[in-house]
Protein backbone atom coordinates (compact mmCIF):
# COMPACT_ATOMS: atom_id res chain seq x y z
CA UNK A 1 0.00 0.00 0.00
CA UNK A 2 1.38 3.26 -0.74
CA UNK A 3 0.10 6.55 -0.24
CA UNK A 4 -0.78 7.90 -3.74
CA UNK A 5 -2.28 11.72 -4.69
CA UNK A 6 -5.55 10.03 -4.44
CA UNK A 7 -5.37 10.23 -0.17
CA UNK A 8 -4.25 13.63 -0.34
CA UNK A 9 -6.77 15.09 -2.09
CA UNK A 10 -9.67 13.37 -0.48
CA UNK A 11 -8.11 14.74 3.16
CA UNK A 12 -8.43 17.88 0.96
CA UNK A 13 -11.74 17.61 0.09
CA UNK A 14 -12.76 16.50 3.35
CA UNK A 15 -10.96 19.98 4.98
CA UNK A 16 -12.68 22.33 2.87
CA UNK A 17 -16.22 20.77 3.65
CA UNK A 18 -14.99 21.28 6.98
CA UNK A 19 -14.16 24.66 6.39
CA UNK A 20 -17.41 25.23 4.32
CA UNK A 21 -19.84 24.27 6.72
CA UNK A 22 -17.79 26.25 9.76
CA UNK A 23 -17.80 29.33 7.10
CA UNK A 24 -22.08 28.81 6.84
CA UNK A 25 -23.03 27.80 10.77
CA UNK A 26 -20.96 29.72 13.08
CA UNK A 27 -21.67 33.79 13.86
CA UNK A 28 -18.47 34.37 15.46
CA UNK A 29 -16.49 36.60 12.59
CA UNK A 30 -13.41 35.57 14.09
CA UNK A 31 -14.15 31.42 13.86
CA UNK A 32 -15.67 32.39 10.43
CA UNK A 33 -12.35 33.81 9.64
CA UNK A 34 -10.76 30.34 10.68
CA UNK A 35 -12.94 28.21 9.01
CA UNK A 36 -11.82 30.17 5.76
CA UNK A 37 -8.34 29.43 6.62
CA UNK A 38 -9.34 25.97 6.72
CA UNK A 39 -10.51 25.78 3.80
CA UNK A 40 -7.32 27.67 1.92
CA UNK A 41 -5.34 25.07 3.46
CA UNK A 42 -7.34 22.15 2.17
CA UNK A 43 -6.65 23.83 -0.99
CA UNK A 44 -2.73 24.10 -0.07
CA UNK A 45 -2.87 20.37 0.13
CA UNK A 46 -4.13 19.98 -3.03
CA UNK A 47 -1.49 22.06 -4.80
CA UNK A 48 1.23 19.77 -3.15
CA UNK A 49 -0.48 16.73 -3.76
CA UNK A 50 -0.70 17.85 -7.45
CA UNK A 51 3.17 18.91 -7.60
CA UNK A 52 4.47 15.67 -6.65
CA UNK A 53 1.94 13.95 -8.80
CA UNK A 54 2.96 15.79 -11.81
CA UNK A 55 6.65 16.28 -10.84
CA UNK A 56 6.19 20.22 -11.04
CA UNK A 57 7.44 22.54 -8.70
CA UNK A 58 4.67 25.06 -9.60
CA UNK A 59 2.16 23.51 -7.22
CA UNK A 60 4.68 24.42 -4.41
CA UNK A 61 5.12 27.89 -5.84
CA UNK A 62 1.58 28.34 -5.95
CA UNK A 63 1.27 27.33 -2.47
CA UNK A 64 3.88 30.11 -1.61
CA UNK A 65 1.74 32.89 -2.92
CA UNK A 66 -1.67 31.34 -1.44
CA UNK A 67 0.16 31.54 2.30
CA UNK A 68 1.43 35.02 1.02
CA UNK A 69 -2.57 36.78 0.10
CA UNK A 70 -3.72 34.35 2.68
CA UNK A 71 -0.92 36.22 5.99
CA UNK A 72 -2.13 39.62 4.17
CA UNK A 73 -6.16 38.96 4.25
CA UNK A 74 -5.73 38.10 7.59
CA UNK A 75 -4.26 41.08 8.56
CA UNK A 76 -6.58 43.36 7.08
CA UNK A 77 -10.05 41.21 7.56
CA UNK A 78 -8.78 41.42 11.10
CA UNK A 79 -8.07 44.82 11.59
CA UNK A 80 -11.52 45.27 10.10
CA UNK A 81 -12.95 43.07 12.74
CA UNK A 82 -10.98 45.10 15.14
CA UNK A 83 -12.48 48.80 13.98
CA UNK A 84 -16.07 47.41 13.40
CA UNK A 85 -16.13 45.54 17.46
CA UNK A 86 -14.55 48.19 18.91
CA UNK A 87 -17.63 50.29 19.08
CA UNK A 88 -20.18 47.62 19.63
CA UNK A 89 -18.56 45.05 21.50
CA UNK A 90 -20.76 41.08 20.98
CA UNK A 91 -21.61 41.63 17.91
CA UNK A 92 -22.14 38.77 15.32
CA UNK A 93 -21.80 38.61 11.61
CA UNK A 94 -25.83 38.67 11.38
CA UNK A 95 -25.64 42.16 13.18
CA UNK A 96 -23.15 43.52 10.57
CA UNK A 97 -26.32 44.32 7.66
CA UNK A 98 -25.24 47.79 6.64
CA UNK A 99 -21.91 48.72 5.38
CA UNK A 100 -22.83 51.84 7.06
CA UNK A 101 -20.36 51.89 10.60
CA UNK B 1 4.52 1.74 5.39
CA UNK B 2 5.73 3.79 7.50
CA UNK B 3 4.32 7.07 5.03
CA UNK B 4 1.01 5.25 5.94
CA UNK B 5 1.16 5.48 9.30
CA UNK B 6 2.61 8.99 8.43
CA UNK B 7 -0.17 10.20 6.69
CA UNK B 8 -2.88 8.69 8.78
CA UNK B 9 -1.69 10.29 11.87
CA UNK B 10 -1.14 13.81 10.14
CA UNK B 11 -4.50 12.95 8.70
CA UNK B 12 -6.19 12.45 11.67
CA UNK B 13 -4.70 15.82 13.33
CA UNK B 14 -5.69 17.83 10.40
CA UNK B 15 -9.30 16.64 10.71
CA UNK B 16 -9.51 16.43 14.38
CA UNK B 17 -8.01 20.35 14.50
CA UNK B 18 -10.85 21.32 11.74
CA UNK B 19 -13.62 19.60 13.33
CA UNK B 20 -12.12 21.11 16.93
CA UNK B 21 -12.47 24.71 14.43
CA UNK B 22 -16.18 24.41 13.84
CA UNK B 23 -17.61 23.07 16.53
CA UNK B 24 -16.06 24.61 19.91
CA UNK B 25 -17.71 27.00 21.68
CA UNK B 26 -15.04 28.80 23.23
CA UNK B 27 -13.33 30.98 20.26
CA UNK B 28 -9.97 30.42 22.31
CA UNK B 29 -10.18 26.59 21.80
CA UNK B 30 -11.10 27.19 17.95
CA UNK B 31 -7.34 28.76 17.57
CA UNK B 32 -5.59 26.37 19.44
CA UNK B 33 -7.28 23.70 17.58
CA UNK B 34 -6.63 25.41 14.23
CA UNK B 35 -2.64 25.18 15.50
CA UNK B 36 -3.20 21.80 16.16
CA UNK B 37 -4.50 21.48 12.16
CA UNK B 38 -1.71 23.55 10.93
CA UNK B 39 0.92 21.33 12.50
CA UNK B 40 -0.30 18.22 10.93
CA UNK B 41 -0.57 19.98 7.23
CA UNK B 42 2.96 20.86 8.03
CA UNK B 43 3.66 17.08 8.75
CA UNK B 44 2.04 16.08 5.29
CA UNK B 45 4.25 18.86 3.51
CA UNK B 46 7.13 17.14 4.65
CA UNK B 47 5.90 13.70 3.93
CA UNK B 48 5.68 15.13 0.15
CA UNK B 49 9.43 16.03 0.36
CA UNK B 50 8.10 20.16 0.52
CA UNK B 51 10.46 21.02 3.00
CA UNK B 52 10.60 24.75 2.88
CA UNK B 53 6.57 24.81 2.59
CA UNK B 54 6.51 22.78 5.60
CA UNK B 55 8.43 25.84 7.38
CA UNK B 56 6.78 28.70 6.05
CA UNK B 57 3.60 26.83 6.88
CA UNK B 58 4.75 26.77 10.88
CA UNK B 59 6.38 30.13 10.87
CA UNK B 60 3.72 32.05 9.26
CA UNK B 61 0.42 30.45 9.78
CA UNK B 62 0.89 28.72 13.00
CA UNK B 63 3.37 31.19 14.75
CA UNK B 64 2.10 34.26 13.12
CA UNK B 65 -1.53 34.30 11.98
CA UNK B 66 -3.22 32.16 14.51
CA UNK B 67 -1.19 34.24 17.34
CA UNK B 68 -2.72 37.80 15.69
CA UNK B 69 -6.30 35.79 16.32
CA UNK B 70 -5.27 35.29 19.68
CA UNK B 71 -4.40 38.49 20.00
CA UNK B 72 -7.33 39.91 18.80
CA UNK B 73 -9.86 37.36 20.59
CA UNK B 74 -8.15 38.71 23.55
CA UNK B 75 -7.69 43.04 23.22
CA UNK B 76 -11.45 42.76 21.72
CA UNK B 77 -12.64 40.26 25.50
CA UNK B 78 -15.00 37.96 22.70
CA UNK B 79 -13.56 34.69 24.32
CA UNK B 80 -17.15 34.11 25.89
CA UNK B 81 -18.85 31.56 24.68
CA UNK B 82 -20.75 31.63 21.32
CA UNK B 83 -24.07 30.28 21.65
CA UNK B 84 -24.39 27.46 18.84
CA UNK B 85 -27.98 26.75 19.63
CA UNK B 86 -29.51 30.38 18.61
CA UNK B 87 -29.74 30.53 14.35
CA UNK B 88 -31.04 33.34 12.74
CA UNK B 89 -32.41 32.20 9.96
CA UNK B 90 -34.56 28.71 10.81
CA UNK B 91 -32.57 25.62 9.52
CA UNK B 92 -29.18 27.37 9.01
CA UNK B 93 -27.49 24.79 10.92
CA UNK B 94 -29.17 21.92 8.62
CA UNK B 95 -29.04 23.93 5.61
CA UNK B 96 -25.10 24.22 6.60
CA UNK B 97 -24.55 20.80 7.36
CA UNK B 98 -26.32 19.82 3.97
CA UNK B 99 -24.26 22.01 1.41
CA UNK B 100 -20.91 21.09 3.53
CA UNK B 101 -21.99 17.68 2.22
CA UNK B 102 -22.86 18.18 -1.10
CA UNK B 103 -19.77 19.77 -1.28
CA UNK B 104 -18.24 16.76 0.15
CA UNK B 105 -19.80 14.57 -2.38
CA UNK B 106 -18.91 16.79 -5.16
CA UNK B 107 -15.11 17.17 -4.61
CA UNK B 108 -14.96 13.12 -3.99
CA UNK B 109 -17.38 12.34 -7.16
CA UNK B 110 -15.14 14.55 -9.62
CA UNK B 111 -12.58 12.94 -8.03
CA UNK B 112 -13.41 9.35 -7.93
CA UNK B 113 -16.11 8.97 -10.59
CA UNK B 114 -14.04 10.81 -13.49
CA UNK B 115 -11.88 8.71 -15.92
CA UNK B 116 -11.14 5.24 -14.79
CA UNK B 117 -11.72 5.29 -11.18
CA UNK B 118 -9.26 5.21 -8.40
CA UNK B 119 -5.89 6.42 -8.62
CA UNK B 120 -6.76 7.01 -12.39
CA UNK B 121 -9.13 9.77 -11.39
CA UNK B 122 -6.53 12.13 -10.02
CA UNK B 123 -5.01 11.95 -13.66
CA UNK B 124 -8.43 12.56 -15.14
CA UNK B 125 -8.55 15.87 -13.26
CA UNK B 126 -5.22 17.16 -14.43
CA UNK B 127 -5.55 16.45 -17.99
CA UNK B 128 -2.68 16.70 -20.17
CA UNK B 129 0.38 16.94 -18.71
CA UNK B 130 2.87 19.97 -19.17
CA UNK B 131 5.72 20.42 -16.80
CA UNK B 132 6.48 24.16 -16.13
CA UNK B 133 9.37 23.93 -14.27
CA UNK B 134 10.64 20.00 -13.65
CA UNK B 135 11.71 19.33 -10.23
CA UNK B 136 15.28 18.12 -10.15
CA UNK B 137 15.09 15.90 -7.40
CA UNK B 138 19.55 15.95 -7.17
CA UNK B 139 18.80 19.43 -5.89
CA UNK B 140 17.45 20.48 -1.84
CA UNK B 141 13.63 21.58 -2.30
CA UNK B 142 13.99 25.16 -1.70
CA UNK B 143 16.78 25.05 -4.71
CA UNK B 144 13.70 24.06 -6.91
CA UNK B 145 11.11 26.51 -5.63
CA UNK B 146 13.71 29.31 -5.59
CA UNK B 147 14.31 28.64 -9.98
CA UNK B 148 10.74 28.43 -9.63
CA UNK B 149 10.20 31.95 -7.86
CA UNK B 150 12.35 34.44 -8.77
CA UNK B 151 12.82 32.85 -12.78
CA UNK B 152 9.47 32.62 -13.79
CA UNK B 153 7.67 34.41 -11.18
CA UNK B 154 9.46 36.96 -10.30
CA UNK B 155 6.98 39.43 -11.02
CA UNK B 156 4.32 38.28 -8.96
CA UNK B 157 6.45 37.78 -5.85
CA UNK B 158 7.74 41.75 -5.93
CA UNK B 159 3.33 42.22 -6.24
CA UNK B 160 3.10 40.42 -3.05
CA UNK B 161 5.95 42.52 -1.90
CA UNK B 162 3.79 45.45 -2.42
CA UNK B 163 0.49 43.55 -1.12
CA UNK B 164 2.23 43.31 1.58
CA UNK B 165 3.26 46.41 2.35
CA UNK B 166 -0.60 47.96 1.18
CA UNK B 167 -1.57 45.20 3.83
CA UNK B 168 0.59 46.75 6.96
CA UNK B 169 -0.55 50.27 5.84
CA UNK B 170 -4.28 49.26 5.93
CA UNK B 171 -4.41 47.69 8.79
CA UNK B 172 -2.57 51.06 10.87
CA UNK B 173 -5.40 53.25 8.63
CA UNK B 174 -8.25 50.93 10.01
CA UNK B 175 -7.40 50.64 13.15
CA UNK B 176 -6.62 54.53 13.99
CA UNK B 177 -8.88 56.05 16.09
CA UNK B 178 -10.03 59.52 14.32
CA UNK B 179 -9.36 62.61 16.39
CA UNK B 180 -7.16 60.62 19.31
CA UNK B 181 -4.26 62.50 19.27
CA UNK B 182 -0.87 60.56 19.14
CA UNK B 183 0.73 59.02 22.12
CA UNK B 184 3.68 60.18 23.79
CA UNK B 185 6.54 58.36 25.09
CA UNK B 186 5.44 58.60 28.23
CA UNK B 187 1.88 57.62 28.40
CA UNK B 188 1.55 53.85 28.10
CA UNK B 189 -0.78 52.52 25.22
CA UNK B 190 -4.51 51.73 26.16
CA UNK B 191 -7.16 49.35 23.82
CA UNK B 192 -9.97 51.92 24.36
CA UNK B 193 -8.10 55.14 23.18
Given at each position: ?????????????????????????????????????????AV?????????????????????????????????????????????????????????? | ?????????????????????????????????????????????????????????????????????????????????????????????????????AV????????????????????????????????????????????????????????????????????????????AE????????????
Open positions: MRVTETWYLTLSAVLFAIGFVGVLVRRNPLVMFMSLELMLNNISFVAFAGRLDDIAGQTAVFFVLVVAAAEVVVGLSIVVAVMRRRPSITADDLRSLKG | MVDVIVFVVAGVIVLAGGLGVVLNRNPVRSALSLVASFFGVAVLFVLQEAHFLALVQVVVYAGAIVVLFLFVIMLLGVDEVEDLSVEPLTGQRIGGVVAGVLAFLLGGLFLSGRGGDEGAVALTGTESVTQPIDETQPNIDNLAADLFGRNVLAFEATALLLTIATVGAVVLVRNAGDLTVDEPGRADR
